[in-house]
Structures are given as structure tokens and as C-alpha cells.
């Protein structure tokens, strides 16, 4: 049954992944914008403009660009960068990468343990003025501007009280030996404490600022989960048995509202891209969010193809991971 | 069987209209409030603003003072004069952008719904996929091919919404044709026009007014994200989200009122529509209440 249940849902990415490319190329391609002049500036020389067409392969006609694209990226090939040394995009990509998982996995951390908390007490406190005070923490996070938020931690920590950098991921020369390219990881991995220090300084400010920014979600479905759980008769019955509250829902009613919530939280992944090219950007930090951008600036038309591709196929593989995961933590789904 | 009298079956709903008060509206209000305060500053620009937003009238970066309440920026222009007209492009263009969404996204969700068959399987297909990438990469992506400019931010913002109004407008197209008024209505002749629109179209827009002020909040944060970013509109327009970038080069010397107002703007406009938005969907859904 689970088999069955795990190899339909994988076969359902294929249709949404090929959805999501064509769309990506009609962006890219057939959208009444000009790739070349992008890349070449409207006021190039006519060869140059011609010679460039030919290399992108913007000369044939739409179908055949589209098999082209499709059946290169099904070769894995993103491309080659149009600036540098024509390094392959993907090789580009993957330097970027790791920073920007560490940021996320950080932030993530950061947002439950905060949707956690208030979003527990605030089914605790059902329709208390605390409750409403946390239901206006939900509506402020979703309307917070990333960059706006960070940049007034950076004034406040890094500017006035001088405790952390302003960005960046590490300082010059503290890098340690690659082995994930997570630097935490790697620093614990290599025994290198100051680099550990040092990259753990650099990561407090963009986790907050991203971990705030995603905690308002996660709060709200911590609390609808935790007040459905909440009027269950074992929880009524662990009461009624004496146990002391706290535990009651710290551990008998947490646990049972856990797996629901750590779907909810595994679908907010879109959302924590999103934001990580903002924290990114405000930060300075070097991960995909910043690379996107820096290309765009550097009209590198395949890199900045390539990594929306790239950012399509991570939320197309992580939802499949998230269902999957889902399935065997919660046996009823599989009989769907 | 006991017959309800008419007058009990028809006075409780009557009787929980009166019973909310203002202050269960609270967070619609202050979210309607905020939008009129920051619509108000849009339209009353030129009359309420001390300065050109776009002359020099300062020393370069002087801090809040009598002359200029919110300080200058770093070519000597004054911040508050700025922030005012600054509120004329986002509102513009969150509208704008929110409109084209729903004119394309309800429009699509109709037909889809109402249509059926392969035809709406693709689309909805369609629609997941791009409902399912985040929309301010997306947004980037279309901003970057079309290049900066108004319309373009506004189109680019526009089609990344499409997806939320098509899914909504979709699931509650595909409930309601199946009650009993839409098949009476087939049962006398009525032609899929008029189904259409008078039996489907007044019974699926309830929800209409929640999204669309969700979307401003949404347009207002990728509009200014956007300009942020390099790929909005071209200086010297007065932008919230280009301000904030242009003021962020001068933080580390610890100047901090060239960044502060502009987004702090972002955020309280952003907050109204959302607030707009919480509050509406609470009204026009009391069952939301008791979760």
C-alpha cells in the first residue's frame, strides 16, 4: 500500500516539474522581453547581437528551442555561465548552494522554536489578550519586509552595539576545510573552533531576521493544531489523572498535534526560499538568493535560467520528500 | 414535528449582526484606516508634502530636524517629501497588479470550473505548479526579461497572483454548480451564459474581498522587494523599496533615518491590507471564530 501510495505520488512530480519548466522557458524566451539585449545592452553592434542569438540558440524557432532545453536539462546540463570562464552553471550553483541551506536549516530552527512556544501558549490561552496579541504577531510577520527588518538588526547589533558583523558568512581566511560546505558542520567536523565561532557570528542576524519572518505561519498552525488536540479526551483524561499541565501539553498534546504541524511546516518551504533571497540580499550573504541577483546584474542570461530551474526542481523534490516523509509518519494517508 | 416559528428561524442571524460591535471589527477597521491614511498621503501629495521629492533642498544626510522632519538622504533630499510621493507608486501599483490578477485569475477559475474535463485539469495542473513556486522568484524572473519600468513591475507582480484567484474562485465554482438553483436554472433553458453569470458568478465571489486585500499586502511587499533589488523603477522616482536600497549604503556610518522611514512605510501599508484582509475574512466568515 505505501509502495503503491509512494510511487504514485513521485509520478505526479513528473507532469508539475515539466509544467514548471515550460513555464520558466515561456518566461525566459517567449515573453515579449529581449534576452539578447539583456545580456549585450540595446546599443551592441549588430554582429555581436547576431553572434550571441547563434550561441544561445535564440535563432531557431520556439519549438526547437524547447526540445533543445528540455531534452539539456534532462542530460542534467543547466548550461554554461556567459561570464568567467563559461564555467558549467550547475557547478556554479553548487558553490553557492550549501550557504544558502545553512541559512535555511538555521532559520527553520529558529521559526519553529518560536511557532512552538507562542503558538502553544496561545492555544493555552484561548481568546485571552495574550491569544490576540499573538494573533497580531502572525499578521505583522506576513506583512514584514525582509530586507527592512534586517537592516534594522544590522543598526542595532552590528552598528551601534558592535556585538555581530554586519554580513557576509565568515571572515576572510576562516574558512574551514570543505567537507558539506555547511561552515557550522564543517568547523565542528575539522575541530576548528574559531571558525565555528566566527561563522555562528555571521548566522545569528540573517536566522533571525528569516526565522521571524516564517514563525507568524507556524504559530497559526501550531495553535489550530494544539486547540483541536487540546479538547481530546486523552487530554482531558491526562488531567483528570493529575498530571501536572505543563506536561499535559508539552508532551501528550504537542506530540499528537506534531505531525500535522511538521507537514504544514515542510510545505513552507516555498516560503523560505522566497525569504532567503531577501535575507540573502540584506545580509550579503553568499548563497543562491545573492548569486541570483549578482547574474542578473551581470546580464548572465543561462545562470540566471539555470538557477530558477534549479530553485523549481528543489521545491518540486523537497514537496515529494515532505509527502513522503508524511506517509510513513501517518499510516492513514497511504489508504487514501 | 414542533415547527420552528418563522420569526426564530429569520432573528438569530439578525440578532449576532447587532450583537458585533466595533469592537470585534477592530482589526478590520484599523486595517481600513491605515489604507485611507496612506491613500489620503497619495492623493493630497503635492499639497501635503514640504518639498519636490526629487530636488536637493538639504545638506547631504542631516539628521531629523525643524527644516526637515525626517531628515535628508545622502544627495540632500527630504526624506518625509519622498515618503509621501513614495506612496503613490506602491499603491498604484499594488491596485494595479491586484487587479489584472483577478481579472485574469477569477475570469480563468470560472471557466475552468464551470468547463471541466481536460481542459480544467490542465489548467488547475497549471495553475498548482505555479501557485507552488515562490512568487517573488517568479516575479524577479518576469521583471528581469521585461526590464524596469511601472508597467513592467506591474504586470510581473500581476501574474505571479493569477494562480491564488484562479484556485479559489475554482473550488467554490466546482460546489456551487452543483446545487440545485444552477440545475433549475438549466432545467428552464437557460443558456451556460447566463449560468454563468448570474447563478455562478454573484454565489463565488464571497471571498473575493479577502484575497484581493491579501494580494495588496502581497504586491506592496514584492513591489518594494523588487525595487529593493535593483529591478524596479528607475531613480529618481520616489520609492519606498529604492529608498530603503539607497539608504543602505550609508548604515554602517550609523545613519539610520535614511532607511528607517521607507520601510517602515513598507510595512504599515503592507500591514493595513493585511490587516484588511484577517478582519474581512472573519466577517464574512463567522465560522472562522470559534477555531
Redo the contacts between chains.
Keep these: 500500500m505505501l509502495k503503491a501510495y509512494l510511487i504514485k505520488r513521485a509520478l505526479m512530480t513528473i ?2 516539474m515539466l ?2 519548466l515550460t ?2 522557458f515561456l ?2 524566451r517567449v ?3 529581449d ?1 539578447v539585449a ?1 545580456i549585450v545592452g540595446t546599443k551592441a553592434p549588430p554582429e555581436v547581437i547576431q553572434s550571441v542569438t547563434r550561441r544561445l540558440g535564440l535563432d531557431q524557432p520556439y519549438h526547437i528551442q524547447y526540445i533543445n532545453y528540455l531534452s539539456d536539462l534532462l542530460r542534467g546540463d543547466l548550461g554554461r555561465s556567459m561570464i568567467w570562464g563559461r564555467r558549467p552553471v550547475i557547478d556554479e550553483i553548487m558553490d553557492h548552494f550549501p550557504a544558502t541551506l545553512e541559512l535555511s536549516i538555521s532559520a527553520f530552527m529558529v521559526s519553529i522554536l518560536i511557532g512552538i512556544i507562542t503558538g502553544t501558549e496561545a492555544a493555552r490561552k484561548f481568546r485571552s489578550k495574550f491569544d490576540q496579541v499573538l494573533r497580531f504577531y502572525g ?2 510577520t ?7 527588518f534586517g ?2 538588526l ?2 542595532i547589533f ?3 552595539l558592535k556585538l555581530l558583523p ?1 554580513g557576509g558568512r565568515i571572515d576572510p581566511f576562516m574558512e574551514p576545510e570543505k567537507i558539506t560546505g555547511l561552515y557550522l558542520l564543517d568547523s565542528i567536523l575539522t575541530l576548528n573552533i574559531p571558525s565555528f565561532f566566527n561563522a555562528l557570528s555571521h548566522l545569528v542576524l540573517p536566522s533571525i531576521t528569516l526565522g521571524v519572518y516564517i514563525s507568524g505561519v507556524f504559530t497559526r498552525t501550531v495553535r ?1 493544531n494544539m ?1 483541536e488536540v487540546l479538547r481530546k479526551d486523552y487530554i482531558t483524561a491526562a488531567r483528570a489523572r493529575g498530571i501536572p499541565e505543563n506536561v499535559v501539553v508539552y508532551r501528550h498534546a504537542l506530540k499528537n498535534a506534531f505531525i500535522p504541524i511538521l507537514t504544514m511546516m515542510g510545505l513552507q518551504f ?2 523560505l ?2 525569504g532567503a ?2 535575507t540573502e ?1 540584506t545580509f550579503s550573504w553568499p548563497g543562491m538568493g545573492t548569486f ?2 549578482e547574474r ?2 551581470y546580464r548572465d542570461y543561462t545562470t ?1 535560467q539555470g538557477t ?1 530551474v534549479f ?2 526542481l528543489l ?2 523534490s523537497i ?1 515529494l520528500l515532505v509527502d513522503i516523509m508524511y506517509a510513513y509518519l501517518d499510516p492513514r494517508i497511504r489508504f487514501r | 414535528m414542533k415547527r420552528t416559528p418563522l420569526s426564530r428561524t429569520i432573528i438569530p442571524p439578525l440578532r449576532k449582526i447587532r450583537r458585533l460591535n466595533l469592537s470585534e471589527y477592530w ?1 478590520a477597521i484599523s486595517g481600513a484606516v491605515i489604507i485611507i491614511v496612506v491613500s489620503l498621503m497619495a492623493i493630497l501629495a503635492p499639497l501635503i508634502a514640504p518639498y519636490d521629492p526629487i530636488e536637493t533642498v538639504g545638506d547631504s544626510l542631516e539628521p531629523p530636524n525643524t527644516r526637515f522632519l525626517l531628515g535628508t538622504d545622502n544627495i540632500g533630499r527630504d526624506i518625509l517629501s519622498r515618503i509621501i510621493y513614495g506612496s503613490r507608486i506602491s499603491l498604484s501599483i499594488a491596485f494595479l497588479a491586484s487587479i489584472i490578477s483577478m481579472i485574469i485569475g477569477a475570469s480563468l477559475g470560472l471557466l475552468s470550473g464551470y468547463i471541466g474535463g481536460t481542459f480544467d485539469t490542465t489548467l488547475a ?2 495553475m ?3 501557485y ?7 516575479a ?3 521583471a ?4 524596469p519600468g511601472i508597467l513592467n513591475v506591474t504586470i510581473s507582480i500581476g501574474i505571479v497572483y493569477i494562480p491564488v484567484y484562479f484556485r479559489m474562485i475554482r473550488s467554490e465554482v466546482l460546489s456551487t454548480k452543483e446545487s440545485l438553483y444552477v440545475e433549475a436554472a438549466r432545467a428552464i433553458g437557460a443558456s451556460d451564459r447566463v449560468i454563468l453569470l448570474k447563478y455562478i458568478l454573484p454565489n463565488v465571489t464571497a471571498s473575493l474581498p479577502v484575497v484581493f486585500s491579501l494580494n495588496a ?1 502581497d504586491a506592496i ?1 514584492i513591489e ?2 523588487l525595487s ?4 524596479g523603477l528607475p531613480a529618481p522616482t520616489p520609492d519606498w523599496g529604492f529608498d ?2 539607497n539608504g ?1 549604503h550609508f ?2 556610518a ?1 545613519y ?1 533615518w535614511p ?2 522611514f521607507p ?2 512605510m ?2 504599515i501599508t ?2 493595513g ?3 484588511l484582509s ?1 478582519g474581512l475574512s472573519e466577517i464574512l466568515n463567522p465560522r472562522l471564530r470559534e ?1
Design positions: 507532469p508539475t509544467i514548471l513555464i520558466i518566461i525566459m515573453l515579449p522581453g534576452p539583456a499578521i505583522l506576513y506583512s514584514l519586509f525582509i530586507p527592512w537592516i534594522m544590522q543598526l552590528s552598528v551601534y554586519v489550530s486547540l516555498a516560503l526560499l522566497a533571497v531577501l540580499t541570483l541577483l542578473i546584474m540566471v530558477v530553485i523549481a521545491i518540486v514537496s | 482589526i495542473l497549471i498548482d505548479s505555479m507552488a513556486f515562490p512568487s517573488i522568484i517568479l524577479i524572473a518576469i528581469y526579461v521585461l526590464g499586502t511587499l518594494a522587494a529593493f533589488l535593483g529591478l530603503l536600497k543602505y548604515i554602517t550609523g539610520w532607511v528607517t520601510g517602515l513598507i510595512i503592507a500591514l491590507f493585511s490587516l484577517e477555531v
